[in-house]
Nanobody
Framework: QVQLQESGPGLVKPSQTLSLNCTVS??????????WTWIRQPPGKGLEWMGV???????YYNPSLESRVSISRDAANNQVTLHLGSVIPEDTALYYC???????????????WGQGTQVTVSS
């Protein structure tokens, strides 16, 4: 079975960089035709797609965040990492990683989600 597990700090100070890991088990992040995605949900708001790394290692980002966001992967450890720079309180959200079977699809095309990890930006 495929499982995704987010991990990282629960509290980050404004202006710092948030780094979150998504560790994948049960499937290789290099397996053909899968896409490894970061999504977040601020309190009381909807889901916001942040970015993705493909099975080839190509990355794509939400234009509203691309100046601050970076996604990398570590194939040896089967891990996908999100970096969000210059954080502000509005970055407070529940952060998810998820696997999609197509690029650019809606969330119903995401077949596996992590449980999510809460991140609060506060001084």
């Amino acid at each position: 079975q495929v499982q995704l597990q987010e991990s990282g700090p629960g509290l980050v100070k404004p202006s710092q960089t948030l780094s979150l890991n998504c560790t994948v088990s049960g499937a290789s992040i290099t397996t053909n035709y899968y896409y490894w995605t970061w999504i977040r949900q601020p309190p009381g708001k909807g889901l916001e797609w942040m970015g993705v790394v493909s099975y080839r290692g190509n990355t794509y980002y939400n234009p509203s965040l691309e100046s601050r966001v970076s996604i990398s992967r570590d194939a040896a450890n089967n891990q996908v990492t999100l970096h969000l720079g210059s954080v502000i309180p509005e970055d407070t959200a529940l952060y998810y990683c998820a696997r999609a079977s197509v690029l650019g699809g809606t969330y119903d095309r995401y077949d596996t989600w992590g449980q999510g990890t809460q991140v609060t930006v506060s001084s």
